[in-house]
C-alpha cells in the first residue's frame, strides 16, 4: 500500500509536471508579442557592428552610405534611441583617461610614458574593456596624428615644391582654381566708398591703460554684452567661440583693474573684444526681438570704439613681438566683427598677422612636443584655435579667390569635446572633415573636369554624414513646420550655405564641349545627385543658397547680421540674373526679387554697411534684364559658366594696375649699374610688347 501510495503521488506529481507544458502555447496564442525595438540600424546589424544610433550613424557615414542607414521600429511605437549603456562605456573610458593625463601631469606617471609616440587617448582606449573587446567593429574614419614630414614646414618637400612650381610657371588659361581666380577690373567708384581705418589712434601714446579703463561700462551692462556675445556670437561669428568668458575671471580682473590691466593688457584687450562683439550681435534682442531702424548704427559706433581700444590694450603688451593666447584669440574676434562690418579686406589683412603669431606659439604643434608641456585646459584651448584658424584660412581663401594663409595642418590633433551630447561631436567631426576637403579644393591648382566630379561628389557626402536634425530642409522655410533649437538651425543653414558655394565655385569652372553633353548634365548621371554637374548644377546650388539666405531672413532673424551668408546669397542672385540675361527664361526671377527684398530691408534697417551695394547691384541687373534691349546684353562680360571665383561686394580690383601720382622705385642689386627703362622709351615698348605676347623667357 504504501509503494502504491508512493507510486501514485509520484504520478501525480509528475501528471503535474506536464501541465505547465501546454501552458505557454495558449499564453503565445492569446499574448502575442510585441516586436522588438531595434537599438542598431539595419546596416549595422547585417555587419554587426557598434552604431551610435543616431541617424545617419557614425558606422555608415563612416562607409559613405549615409543615405542606407534605416531603424526599424514596432508598427505602434516611434523610434526612440536609447543610449544609457553607450554613453556609460563611454564616460569611463573617459574618465580612465582623464585620470592618467592627471597623473601625468603630477608625475607620478614615469618618463617613458612620455616618450610614447602615440596620443594618449589611444592607449586607454585599447586597454581591456568591455569598450574595447572587438577592435575591427570599433575602426572608423578618424582623425589622427599621421606624423609631420621631416622638412622646416610642413607642407610638400621644398626642393620638390619649388621645381613644380617653377616649371608650372606659364600655365594656359584651361588651367582651373578656385584660389587663383582670374582678377576683375578696376571699380573705381568703390575706392570712393572705402571703409576708414578700423584701428584709429584715439589715445595719446603714451597715456596708457588708465585710459582705456575709462571706456569700459558699467559692470551691470558689461556683463549684459558678454551674455549677447556668448549667446549669439557662436553662430553669427563663427561655429565654436571661447566657452566662457567667466564673470568670475572678469570680477577678479575688475577687482583691482588698474594694476591687473597694467600687468595684463591682453586680457583687457580680449574683454574689449568680446564688448564689441556682445554689441554687434545682441542689436536684434536689446530690440525687443526685432530689426529697428539706426539701431545697429549706434551700437557699431560704440563697437568700433571698443575694437580700436582692443587693439591699443594689444600695442601696448608688444602682442607682435611677444605674441599670447589671449592676443591671438582677440585677434581672431576681431576679424568676424569686421567682417560683419563692411570690412572684409581688413579681416583677411588682419588674419594673416594672425597666422603668424599662432605658428610663433606653436598652436600648428602637439603639445606633447612642447616644452613644459601646457596644462591640459590650455592643450584644449590650443587644439580649438588652431583648427578653428584652418576653418578661417579656408572660408577667406574661398570667398575673395586667393591662396591659403596657412601652409601646412601641422601635427596638432583636432579638438574632441568632452560633452555626452552627440549631436556636439558629430557637428564637430563634420565640421574638421570639411575643413581638410575645402583645404584639398583649395590647394588644387589643377581642378580638370574628373577632379570638379570627384570633389563635388565628396561635398555632398560628407553635408549627408550630418545628423537628420541638422540637416538643413527647404519646408523648414514654412512657419509651420518646427525646427531645431539655436544655435542648431542657423548652424544647419550655414553649413548647408557654404556646401552649395563650393559646388557653385566649382562647377562654373567646368569645361563643357558641347551643348548635347551640357543637356546630359542637366538630367544627372554619375553618382552625383541630380541634376549632377556643370550648368545645372551652378543654377541648382544658386538656388539653395537663396533658400538658406531666406531661411534667415524669415526664421533666424537674429542671423541676418551674418555678412558671410549674405554676400553668398548675393552672389548666387547675381548668377541666376546672369542665366537669365543668356537664355531669357524668367522661372527663378522670383527667388532674385524675394532676395532685392531681403537686402532692401537690410539697407532701410542698417543692418549692415554692404547691403546698399547690394541692392544697387541687383537692380541694375535686373533693369538690364527688363529693358528687353539686346544691345545691352553685350555689356555683360562674365557668363554664368567660365567664371572664376565670387561676385564679390568688396572688389575694388586691387590685383588691376591704378596708376601712382609719383614712380615707383626701382629696386637693383647692390653695386649693379641697372638703370631701369622709360615709360615710352624703344626699350620699354619693346619689353611691354613681349610681355604681352607671352614670348618673354621665364
Known amino acids: 500500500m504504501a509503494s502504491s501510495g508512493a507510486l501514485s503521488s509520484f504520478e501525480q506529481v509528475h501528471d503535474q509536471s506536464n501541465i505547465p507544458a501546454t501552458i505557454p502555447e495558449q499564453s503565445k496564442k492569446k499574448r502575442p508579442q510585441q516586436p522588438r525595438q531595434h537599438l542598431s540600424c539595419t546596416k549595422c546589424r547585417e555587419r554587426k557592428v557598434k552604431c551610435d544610433r543616431m541617424q545617419p550613424c557614425s558606422a555608415c557615414c563612416a562607409r559613405g552610405q549615409p543615405k542606407e542607414c534605416h531603424f526599424t521600429a514596432g508598427s505602434s511605437a516611434e523610434y526612440a534611441p536609447i543610449q544609457q549603456s553607450y554613453e556609460l562605456r563611454k564616460l569611463r573610458a573617459e574618465n580612465i583617461r582623464l585620470k592618467q593625463e592627471i597623473r601625468a601631469l603630477q608625475g607620478i606617471e614615469s618618463d617613458g610614458d612620455d616618450c610614447d609616440s602615440r596620443p594618449k587617448t589611444t592607449t586607454v582606449m585599447n586597454e581591456p574593456s568591455s569598450a574595447s573587446k572587438r577592435p575591427q567593429a570599433l575602426r572608423q574614419k578618424r582623425f589622427k596624428d599621421e606624423g609631420s614630414a621631416n622638412n622646416l614646414y610642413f607642407g610638400t618637400p621644398g626642393l620638390a615644391n619649388i621645381i613644380s612650381e617653377f616649371a608650372t610657371l606659364r600655365l594656359g588659361q584651361q588651367t582651373a582654381s578656385i584660389s587663383h581666380a582670374v582678377p576683375r577690373g578696376v571699380n573705381i567708384f568703390a575706392f570712393q566708398d572705402a571703409p576708414s581705418y578700423p584701428f584709429p589712434s584715439l589715445w595719446p601714446a603714451s597715456a596708457g591703460v588708465s585710459v582705456l579703463l575709462n571706456c569700459l561700462p558699467a559692470r551691470d551692462e558689461l556683463m549684459s554684452q558678454i551674455e549677447s556675445f556668448q549667446n549669439r556670437a557662436q553662430s553669427c561669428s563663427f561655429p565654436h567661440v571661447p566657452d566662457k568668458i567667466m564673470p568670475k575671471e572678469i570680477d577678479r580682473f575688475l577687482a583691482d583693474a588698474d594694476a591687473n590691466a597694467f600687468k595684463n593688457p591682453d586680457m583687457l584687450a580680449l574683454i574689449f573684444a568680446a564688448l564689441a562683439q556682445g554689441l554687434q550681435n545682441g542689436v536684434y534682442d536689446r530690440c525687443g526681438g526685432k530689426w529697428v531702424e539706426g539701431a545697429m548704427e549706434a551700437d557699431m559706433r560704440k563697437g568700433d570704439v571698443y575694437v580700436a581700444a582692443s587693439m591699443e590694450a594689444l600695442r601696448l603688451s608688444s602682442f607682435m613681438n611677444r605674441p599670447t593666447l589671449f592676443g591671438i584669440q582677440t585677434l581672431i574676434m576681431i576679424g568676424p566683427y569686421l567682417t560683419n562690418a563692411g570690412k572684409f579686406l581688413d579681416a583677411w589683412a588682419l588674419f594673416g598677422v594672425t597666422i603668424r603669431l599662432a605658428q610663433s606659439v606653436g598652436l600648428h604643434r602637439h603639445h606633447k612636443y612642447l616644452d613644459p608641456t601646457p596644462p591640459l585646459r590650455e592643450c584644449t584651448v590650443r587644439q580649438s584655435l588652431w583648427w578653428w584658424m584652418l576653418h578661417m584660412d579656408q572660408q577667406y581663401s574661398m570667398t575673395l579667390g586667393r591662396p591659403l594663409g596657412i601652409s601646412g595642418i601641422g601635427d596638432c590633433p583636432p579638438l574632441e569635446p568632452l560633452t555626452t551630447d552627440i549631436r556636439v561631436h558629430r557637428i564637430s567631426q563634420y565640421v574638421n572633415h570639411f575643413t581638410i576637403l575645402a583645404r584639398q579644393i583649395l590647394s588644387s591648382d589643377r581642378l580638370s573636369n574628373p577632379k570638379i566630379d570627384e570633389f563635388s561628389e565628396k561635398l555632398l557626402v560628407l553635408l549627408e554624414t550630418l545628423p537628420e536634425v541638422l540637416q538643413f530642409d527647404e519646408t523648414w522655410l514654412d512657419e509651420s513646420r518646427q525646427i531645431p533649437e539655436w544655435p542648431f538651425n542657423a548652424m544647419a543653414a550655414v553649413f548647408y550655405a557654404k556646401t552649395h ?177 622709360g615709360i615710352g622709351s624703344p626699350a620699354w615698348a619693346a619689353r611691354l610688347a613681349t610681355h604681352v605676347s607671352g614670348d618673354d623667357d621665364i
Not at 537664355?583 to 526671377?589: L, R
Not at 572688389?651 to 614712380?663: C, S, T
Open 501 to 677: 558655394n563650393f559646388l557653385l565655385l566649382l562647377n562654373r569652372q567646368r569645361q563643357e564641349n558641347s551643348v548635347q553633353s551640357s543637356q546630359a548634365n542637366e538630367l544627372g548621371c554619375g553618382g552625383l545627385q541630380e541634376p549632377g554637374r556643370g550648368r545645372a548644377r551652378v543654377l541648382s546650388s544658386a538656388r539653395a543658397l537663396l533658400d538658406a539666405f531666406e531661411f534667415f531672413n524669415a526664421r533666424v532673424r537674429p542671423a541676418m547680421v551674418c555678412w558671410t551668408m549674405g554676400q553668398q546669397a548675393f552672389n548666387a542672385a547675381m548668377i541666376l540674373l546672369l542665366s537669365m540675361l543668356e537664355t531669357g527664361d524668367v522661372s527663378d526671377m522670383w527667388l532674385v526679387n524675394r532676395t532685392y527684398l531681403a537686402f532692401f530691408e537690410m539697407q532701410q534697417k542698417g543692418i549692415h554697411r554692404l547691403a546698399g551695394v547690394a541692392v544697387e547691384r541687383l537692380a541694375s541687373l535686373m533693369l538690364k534684364f527688363c529693358a528687353s534691349d539686346v544691345q545691352q546684353s553685350h555689356d555683360i562680360v562674365e557668363g554664368v559658366m567660365g567664371g572664376t571665383g565670387m561676385l564679390l561686394l568688396e572688389d575694388p580690383g586691387l590685383q588691376g594696375f591704378v596708376g601712382e601720382n609719383f614712380a615707383s622705385p626701382w629696386f637693383e642689386m647692390a653695386d649693379m649699374d641697372v638703370v631701369a627703362p
